[in-house]
């Protein structure tokens, strides 16, 4: 990240001032006020996200007090003990992994990180080779870094932050996109570790769940582009009313003070969005820079050439810097995607693409080296390449289906 950001920087001075002994004198000023425009505009989507973040951070809480992720994590341990045999003979390992993935699903990301951590330390008690990653171990990172989030909340939230009609028209389009991931991902670890994948429980969960998915998209194959979005908008609406209500119910049944849990859960989320602004404005700042001297756009419009070349549309390409940040960077992506949404709009093809390109995978290196890292793995096998491909599949399947609902 120190040399992407260094570098970014450094890249959209140079252009500057070649352009200025060219003879073009506006884009330095120009590169100056982008700049400063976009550590405005950091503090600006910041300050918008504090009211919503704050209020699902308070929901969140009271998810995870009321075990609602615990008894989740109950549900799915069986599909789990198939993907991951030698987890299946230490039951006590399987706890933290299904903690950590059913916290992924329900998109509690700060509850997501340090349950991680523990289910790596809990596979890394039995690991025969403490610095190199076992089978377990790569299958749980790649099923973090491509798992299907059926709650996409935060993109939910910048996209509401940006001014989207319907913040939650994108939620189909992700569930597919994250779908994509997770298979091509699962089944490529699985290739490589000799797992059968064709046991009747496996087979019967992927059924189920790509059944969901293609009554989706036949939808959106037969109502005209602007009835498919309303009604993923729809499905995402009442899921995520339906998953309040469930959070709520769970908590009332475990006997909590649902209002004191909530403050707790809010003071966090109010925090949470103080600490983007750094990282926020760092990004902005880059990618400001970067189109005001001309060098972001002398990319796109290279890699749009070659794909007009090539008779395909090409109008995707504006959103094509948040997939090649993705795996790099969380913080950048996220930064890339709040500025196609400034630039072409929330509701442009552009806009909702970024925002599914989003929310499709989780940032593979930076998962790869906290959860390796914090165990002391330095031989990581196959775990980066399949979560890259996996990264790949949910990144092209963001492409097609954004071209399905809003094409």
């Known amino acids: 990240m120190n040399g992407l950001f260094a570098g970014a920087l450094l890249l959209a001075v140079a252009l500057a001032l070649v352009q200025l002994l060219g003879g073009h004198a506006e884009v330095a000023p120009a590169v100056v006020q982008g700049m400063f425009s976009g550590a405005n505009l950091a503090v600006e989507v910041c300050l918008g996200l504090v009211g919503v973040l704050t209020l699902w951070s308070g929901l969140f809480r009271l998810a995870e007090r009321s075990r609602l992720a615990e008894r989740l994590a109950l549900a799915v341990a069986p599909v789990l003990g198939r993907l991951m045999p030698s987890v299946g003979r230490h039951p006590e390992a399987l706890g933290p992994v299904t903690l950590n993935l059913s916290a992924n699903m329900l998109g509690l990301d700060n509850a997501a990180t340090p349950l991680g951590l523990k289910a790596m330390e809990a596979l890394q008690r039995h690991n025969p080779k403490p610095d190199t990653a076992s089978d377990s171990q790569i299958m749980f990172l790649v099923m973090n870094t491509s798992s299907v989030t059926l709650l996409p909340v935060t993109v939910m939230m910048y996209r509401a932050q940006q001014g989207a009609a319907n913040p939650a028209d994108i939620y189909l389009p992700l569930l597919m996109a994250t779908t994509a991931s997770t298979f091509v991902g699962v089944w490529l670890v699985a290739r490589l570790?000799?797992?059968?994948?064709s046991h009747p429980l496996i087979l019967a969960v992927a059924a189920a769940w790509l059944g969901l998915l293609a009554i989706g998209a036949g939808m959106a194959l037969t109502l005209p582009g602007?009835?498919?979005?309303?009604?993923s908008g729809l499905a995402g609406a009442v899921i995520l009313l339906l998953v309040v209500a469930t959070f709520i119910g769970s908590a009332l049944r475990a006997r909590l003070n649902v209002y004191e849990t909530f403050i707790e859960g809010a003071r966090e989320g109010f925090d949470t969005a103080v600490r983007l602004i750094p990282y926020?404005?760092?990004?902005?700042?880059?990618?400001?820079?970067l189109r005001a001297s001309g060098g972001l756009d002398l990319l796109l419009d290279g890699i749009r050439w070659l794909v007009t070349l090539s008779g395909i549309d090409s109008r995707f390409v504006d959103a094509l810097p948040v997939a090649l940040l993705k795996p790099l960077s969380g913080s950048g992506a996220r930064?890339?995607?709040i500025?196609?949404?400034?630039?072409?709009?929330?509701d442009s093809l552009a806009g909702r693409m970024a925002a599914?390109?989003?929310?499709?995978?989780?940032t593979t290196f930076y998962v790869l080296a906290v959860y390796f890292g914090s165990c002391g793995i330095v031989?990581?096998?196959?775990?980066?390449?399949?979560?890259?491909?996996?990264?790949?599949?949910?990144?092209?399947?963001a492409v097609l289906?954004?071209?399905?609902?809003?094409g």
């Open 379 to 397: 031989r990581i096998r196959h775990a980066l390449w399949c979560g890259l491909a996996a990264d790949g599949a949910g990144l092209f399947t």
């Open 356 to 362: 599914v390109m989003q929310g499709s995978t989780e």
């Open 401 to 406: 289906a954004s071209y399905l609902f809003f």
């Open 226 to 231: 602007e009835s498919a979005a309303r009604v």
């Open 339 to 346: 500025e196609v949404m400034q630039t072409h709009g929330v």
């Open 193 to 197: 570790q000799g797992i059968r994948l």
């Open 280 to 289: 926020l404005v760092a990004m902005l700042v880059v990618i400001a820079m």
């Open 335 to 337: 930064a890339m995607m």
